[in-house]
């Protein structure tokens, strides 16, 4: 049963993420109908001033002494390159093996890694930094598409906000879904979102210019909503249809059609966003012709559908 939560703050805090798992399990909903938690944010300095990412300063109360045993240990965001504490790793390690859980919000996910809590798991952290942590733990299973993962004993949740998420899964999994609701309803957020971070993620053009497509690429992008195919594209760079398909893979890291795919899906975004179009126009604007079309692609590559993306990122209501 989820009862003791402790939260191990370290220089410099991130004070969203910790005020997320505050926010959660910290605040006394009993009146409400939501148990009580024995909330602990635990720190090597306890009753020391800890600077945070954001100017303020925070003091956490208990010892690190006072996580161990915990039911759940959450780790909130922190530096991506170390040192970690090895006290703080081993009270990770050791939760994990005698029944606990553990918990990571955005960067947290790197301190669960070195405490070897993700070798061979699915895992989450915030996509801009899903590749290193992917570099930096090769047996790490890191997932972008996910808003949070759940595997085994161990919990990571994607950038910021994602924690909330990763939070209310984990108490309407060990205390039911009525009490995540009502937390979820006191924070005024929704018990569960749908999607994954990838609606967040920016996928432009390569940042390094490519060597021999670089001129077809932008030429594309920029007409989107015209029809393109490996014969086109290859008689535009001059080259075979085998050669255009070999150096496009090299250079680009991936096939023709999933890069104009995703590309197509980048101009949908933006169109959804800044623009009051309904979703048949966006379609032929983005090249894919129809909304049916517009529509599987976007839902494959973003998680959500074009309208519940709109909704979620635009402040004007409009036409579907």
């Given at each position: 049963m989820l009862r003791t939560i402790a939260v191990i703050a370290q220089e410099p805090v991130a004070m969203f993420e910790l005020g997320v798992l505050c926010e959660v399990f910290g605040i006394d909903r009993t009146d409400d109908g939501v148990p009580?938690?024995?909330?602990?944010?635990?720190?090597?300095?306890p009753g020391e001033v800890l600077r945070t990412t954001?100017?303020?300063?925070?003091?956490?109360?208990?010892?690190?002494?006072?996580a161990r045993g915990a039911d759940l240990v959450a780790i909130p965001g922190g530096p991506v390159d170390g040192p970690y504490d090895r006290e703080v790793l081993d009270i990770?390690?050791?939760?994990?093996?005698?029944?606990g859980r553990v918990l990571s919000v955005c960067s947290g996910a790197f301190q669960l890694a070195a405490a070897g809590l993700l070798d061979g798991r699915r895992c989450a952290t915030h996509w801009r930094y899903a590749a290193k942590?992917?570099?930096?733990?090769?047996s790490a299973r890191v997932d972008l598409d996910v808003l949070y993962v759940e595997d085994g004993p161990v919990l990571t949740s994607a950038g910021t906000a994602a924690g909330i998420d990763a939070c209310l899964h984990l108490v309407r999994?060990?205390?039911?879904?009525?009490?995540?609701?009502?937390?979820?309803?006191?924070?005024?957020?929704?018990?569960?979102?749908?999607?994954?971070?990838?609606?967040?993620?920016?996928?432009?053009?390569?940042?390094e210019p490519c060597e021999s497509l670089q001129d077809v690429l932008e030429w594309v992008a920029e007409h989107l909503d015209q029809e393109h195919s490996i014969p086109s594209l290859a008689s535009r760079a001059a080259m075979s249809e085998?050669?255009?398909?070999?150096?496009?893979?090299?250079?680009v890291g991936t096939t023709p059609h999933r890069w104009l795919t995703s590309q197509r899906v980048l101009r949908a975004r933006h169109l959804l966003e800044t623009t009051?179009?309904?979703?048949?126009?966006?379609?032929?604007?983005?090249?894919?012709?129809?909304?049916?079309?517009?529509?599987?692609h976007f839902q494959r590559e973003i998680g959500v559908p074009p309208i519940a993306y709109r909704r979620a990122f635009t402040k004007q209501p409009a036409s579907a």
């Open positions: 009580a938690f024995d909330f602990r944010v635990c720190s090597a300095r954001s100017g303020m300063a925070v003091v956490a109360p208990f010892s690190l002494e006072a990770l390690r050791d939760t994990a093996s005698s029944g942590l992917a570099d930096d733990h090769p999994t060990e205390l039911g879904s009525e009490v995540a609701t009502r937390i979820a309803r006191r924070m005024v957020v929704p018990p569960h979102r749908s999607g994954g971070q990838r609606q967040f993620v920016e996928t432009p053009l390569p940042a085998r050669t255009f398909a070999r150096r496009f893979t090299a250079e009051d179009l309904d979703i048949e126009r966006i379609a032929r604007e983005s090249g894919f012709g129809t909304a049916a079309v517009l529509r599987h």
